[in-house]
């Protein structure tokens, strides 16, 4: 499936026509003989947060990476902040920030000092006053990288990247090993950095963290994008569920001709359907004319996991490498 994705900013409409901060159409990869990526378009305005989700292996890291301009794409069109990636990342740098799943900071300087190096090799970019404070990380800025946690790190990782005030960020999987609290902290942040007009391209396995946070998103799977939108249109790609309990008596040829797929099981009636309304509204009105009471009676668009399982199952590509 080949399809872009362009969003419309949510937070910042004076940003809503300005060209896309990153973009990709018809984005391959390969490994060798291997396509790790295979046609991905998207495109991320400035003052818009999008998110790459996807199975593992699915292309997600290989996206970002050749977006990062760490890698050369072998087939289509890319562009950050209207450049090749690859071929300018050095008049990109003082724009772009990125956060890697490893960071490669020596270890035996502190917070602090990690800090004033970053500054001094990105000098003419001025960003926030304090970011350690803005990651919470404060109480550590005298710590040596390598006697921080796992969480912190990744912490110090977003300071840094976001001393810069850049313009584009590209995150990948910022909050792995974050407890819940400096997760939420980091969503505050990065709504705040996205609501400044910073363009983020984010990978996560995190749904929740996509539904917090993203104007757009996409499911990767097999090296495609399987599904793309908002949430809500993601949710709405898939079928919703209406639920309820028949009194006993009631057999299924006597149920109404609902749009969507009938099930059921003794008094329990399931129906999946792509019109929850319709369908909803024939049941209640089936239900009223026969007075009958419905029981434990549920209606529920798809939520973005039972989207994700149902990617995940599905053979949705057959690609060059038999996948
Ligand atoms: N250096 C490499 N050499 C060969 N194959 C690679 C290399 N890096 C990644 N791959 C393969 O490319 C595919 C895509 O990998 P990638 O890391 O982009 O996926 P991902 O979606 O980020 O996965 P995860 O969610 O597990 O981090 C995988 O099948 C992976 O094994």
Redesign the pocket.
């Known amino acids: 499936m080949t399809r872009t994705h362009t969003v419309s900013s949510r937070r910042n409409p004076e940003l809503a026509g300005a060209r896309p901060a990153i973009h990709a159409s018809g984005l391959r990869c390969r490994?060798?003989d291997?396509l790790?990526?295979d046609g991905v378009d998207l495109s991320v305005r400035p003052g818009e947060l999008f998110a790459l989700l996807?199975?593992?292996?699915?292309?997600?890291?290989?996206?970002v990476e050749t977006l990062e301009g760490h890698r050369r794409a072998d087939a289509g069109d890319i562009s950050v902040l209207g450049r090749d990636p690859y071929r300018h990342r050095r008049q990109l740098a003082g724009q772009v920030s990125m956060v890697l799943?490893e960071s490669g900071f020596t270890a035996n300087l502190t917070a602090a000092e990690t800090l004033r190096l970053w500054r001094h090799l990105n000098r003419g970019r001025t960003g926030p006053a304090d970011p350690l404070a803005d990651v919470d990380l404060s109480h550590r800025a005298d710590v040596r990288v390598g006697q921080l946690s796992g969480g912190e790190r990744r912490r110090l990782d977003l300071a840094l990247a976001i001393s810069t005030a850049p313009s584009v960020l590209f995150l990948d999987?910022p909050t792995t090993g974050m407890d819940p609290t400096s997760r939420e902290r980091t969503w505050a942040l990065l709504r705040n950095l996205v609501d400044s007009g910073c363009a983020v391209l984010l990978?996560t396995?995190y749904l929740e963290e996509a539904e917090e946070l993203a104007d757009h998103l996409a499911i990767?799977h097999k090296?495609r994008v399987a599904v793309a939108g908002t949430v809500a249109q993601v949710a709405a790609s898939h079928a919703a569920k209406i639920g309820c309990a028949l009194p006993a008596a009631i057999d299924a040829a006597s149920l109404p001709r609902f749009d969507g797929d009938v099930s059921l099981m003794d008094d329990a009636l399931t129906v999946r359907t792509t019109r929850l309304q319709a369908d909803l509204h024939l049941l209640l009105n089936w239900a009223n004319d026969n007075r009958l009471d419905l029981g434990q009676l549920t209606a529920a668009e798809a939520s973005l996991r039972e989207v994700f399982a149902a990617v995940q199952a599905t053979d949705i590509t057959t690609d060059t490498n038999g996948r």
Do not use: D, I, L
């Open positions: 490994y060798g291997y790790a990526v996807g199975t593992n292996g699915a292309g997600k890291t290989t996206t799943q999987e990978t396995h990767m090296g």
